[in-house]
T-cell receptor, first 114, second 109 residues
Framework: EAQVTQNPRYLITVTGKKLTVTCSQN?????MSWYRQDPGLGLRQIYY???????DKGDVPEGYKVSRKEKRNFPLILESPSPNQTSLYFC?????????????FGEGSRLTVL | RKEVEQDPGPFNVPEGATVAFNCTYS??????FFWYRQDCRKEPKLLMS???SGNEDGRFTAQLNRASQYISLLIRDSKLSDSATYLC??????????FGQGTELSVKP
C-alpha cells in the first residue's frame, strides 16, 4: 500500500527542546516537501526536496532544518522550538519534480510548543 | 494581497442542495489549478484538476476563468459525506504549489 508516514502524530514539548518529525514514503517519489497549516493561513511550504541531497527553502523556513540522505526519508528538525511553531505539520510527496499538482500527504503531526 | 483567496465559510447547506465555491488568484502566470479536499483533522487529498474548458467528475464540476483569474467548484446533489474543507491550489512556475486557506462545507440532513 502506498504510504507517507509521519511520526510522531502528536507531540507536546517545551521551548528550546530539539525535536525531529520523521517522514517516510514507500512510493519511490523524488519530490518531498514539508508544510505547516495554521488557521486562516492555509498550508505554507517550509522546505522541499527534489531528490537525494537536494533541498530548498519554501515560504517559511525560519526555525527549521531538513535533510534528504535517502530517497524515502525527509525529516523535519526543529533545533530550538518556539511557541510560534505550534502548528499542524504535513509531509507530502510527488512523483518527478512535483510539478504535476498531485501531492500525497502524510496524516499530519500536531505539534504544541509550550 | 494574498496569492490565493477563498471564502472560508462555513457554507451550511441541506442534503441535495447545489453549492458553489469560488477562488480568486493574483498571479496571472499560474499554470495549473486544482481542488483538494480536506476532512477534519486529516490530510488533504486531490479532488480534481481544473481545466480551461471546464471538467466534470460525477457531481463535481470545476471551471477556470483566466481572464477574471478565478476558479470555481460546483457540487450538485450534496451528500452528508461531502462535508469537508475544499482547498483551491495553484501550480506556479518551478513547481511551486500555492494553497488557499480553504472553504468549509457542512451538509446537513
Amino acid at each position: 500500500e502506498a504510504q507517507v508516514t509521519q511520526n510522531p502524530r502528536y507531540l507536546i514539548t517545551v521551548t528550546g527542546k530539539k525535536l525531529t518529525v520523521t517522514c517516510s514514503q514507500n512510493m519511490n517519489h523524488e519530490y518531498m516537501s514539508w508544510y505547516r497549516q495554521d488557521p486562516g493561513l492555509g498550508l505554507r511550504q517550509i522546505y522541499y526536496s527534489m531528490n537525494v541531497e537536494v533541498t530548498d527553502k519554501g515560504d517559511v523556513p525560519e526555525g527549521y532544518k531538513v535533510s534528504r540522505k535517502e530517497k524515502r526519508n525527509f525529516p523535519l528538525i526543529l533545533e530550538s522550538p518556539s511557541p510560534n511553531q505550534t502548528s499542524l505539520y504535513f509531509c507530502a510527496t510527488a512523483g518527478g519534480t512535483g510539478n504535476t499538482g498531485e501531492l500525497f500527504f502524510g496524516e499530519g503531526s500536531r505539534l504544541t510548543v509550550l | 494581497r494574498k496569492e490565493v483567496e477563498q471564502d472560508p465559510g462555513p457554507f451550511n447547506v441541506p442534503e441535495g442542495a447545489t453549492v458553489a465555491f469560488n477562488c480568486t488568484y493574483s498571479n496571472s502566470a499560474s499554470q495549473s489549478f486544482f481542488w483538494y479536499r480536506q476532512d477534519c483533522r486529516k490530510e488533504p487529498k486531490l479532488l480534481m484538476s481544473v481545466y480551461s474548458s471546464g471538467n466534470e467528475d460525477g457531481r463535481f464540476t470545476a471551471q477556470l476563468n483566466r481572464a477574471s483569474q478565478y476558479i470555481s467548484l460546483l457540487i450538485r446533489d450534496s451528500k452528508l459525506s461531502d462535508s469537508a474543507t475544499y482547498l483551491c491550489v495553484l501550480l506556479q512556475g518551478g513547481g511551486k504549489l500555492i494553497f488557499g486557506q480553504g472553504t468549509e462545507l457542512s451538509v446537513k440532513p
